[in-house]
């Protein structure tokens, strides 16, 4: 398809992850797997969230949020992933390219915004133990929760309103398993310098501004946790921090690997390869990093096989 000055795109190709029919149907199942590990630990973390009382603090309720948005994100995009693997046409509609575009930018976004929550909720929790539960109320929680949801949808709109006001022309094949801005801008045929620096700065702005937040509560909290006496709670503290920091380091560097870099310096393939990342390894890592290294979510996951008479 070639764009001419009074014509529109109605459609893109999807060149996925691999042209080889072997490696497609290999990453297939391979895919259809981890996509089974995120749903079921993603719903066992909220399942687990809700059933037991004593996860019901605003640290749990926050994971809680964190797996319903991992279980969204990933849906937004490996669904279609895995569709396009076995399929032989990988067309892609532009109103459906659009609303994928948007929607995972959204739920990444608000991914962001909630990590950066989570870290002043272990702040408050460490450094001001006396007043938790006044500063992080039920409905102070909820609003936070609310907040976020609300910030990432509203957030991503610059980014995607300027990508699809992007002039294409030439091809309508995009180097990717899924409609990404990067890859959408790639196929511009204008000078859209002024699009590309709008969109970097308000990258840097949503990614930079939690990151900081996130540093600076961990600073304060390892200076408040060496100020422990117990070496158990010292651990205790270190544990529970330890698993948010697995999970940002993650997120947040695939994601600054994808968005806060030039067009001109990408590399064919690569993108894809970052992709991955946020949109299926983080998702899939999650509950395990939350599970294995949390003894409150190891124990209500034993008195809920208990419950089920698998345990």
């Not at 094949?173 to 801005?181: M, Q, S």
Request: aromatic share 10%; proline share 3%.
């Amino acid at each position: 398809m070639i764009w001419e000055n009074d014509t529109e795109f109605k459609e893109f190709i999807l060149l996925g992850l691999s042209d080889e029919l072997k490696t497609q149907i290999a990453l297939f199942y391979v895919f259809t797997l981890v996509y089974l590990i995120i749903l079921i630990g993603n719903v066992l973390i909220i399942a687990l969230v809700l059933t037991d009382t004593n996860l019901h603090t605003p640290m749990y309720f926050f994971l809680c949020n964190l797996s319903l948005l991992d279980l969204c994100y990933s849906t937004s995009t490996v669904p279609r992933m895995l569709r396009d693997l076995l399929s032989v046409s990988k067309v892609i509609s532009y109103g459906e390219c659009a609303a994928q575009m948007y929607i995972s930018l959204s739920l990444g976004e608000c991914e962001c915004v909630l990590l950066a929550v989570m870290a002043y909720d272990r702040y408050v929790a460490i450094c001001y133990p006396l007043h938790y539960t006044t500063i992080m109320s039920k409905m102070v929680c909820v609003r936070l929760a609310f907040g976020t949801w609300i910030s990432g949808f509203l957030l991503s709109i610059s980014h995607v309103t300027l990508t699809l006001n992007a002039k294409l022309c030439g091809h309508n094949k995009i180097n990717h398993f899924l409609c990404e801005v990067p890859e959408i801008l790639s196929l511009a045929c204008e000078n859209i310098l002024l699009a590309e620096s709008i969109i970097f700065i308000v990258g840097v702005i949503i990614l930079m501004t939690p990151v900081t937040f996130i540093v600076i509560s961990y600073i304060n909290i390892v200076r408040n946790i060496l100020k422990i006496a117990s070496s158990s709670g010292q651990k205790k503290a270190f544990s529970t921090c330890g698993s948010h920091m697995m999970v940002v380091t993650i997120f947040y560097g695939s994601a600054m690997a994808a968005y806060m870099k030039p067009r001109s310096s990408s590399v064919p393939g690569t993108d894809k390869m970052i992709a991955i990342f946020y949109f299926i390894v983080t998702p899939m890592l999650n509950p395990m990093i939350y599970t294995l290294r949390n003894n409150d979510v190891k124990a209500a996951f034993k008195k809920l096989m208990k419950r089920t008479g698998l345990g």
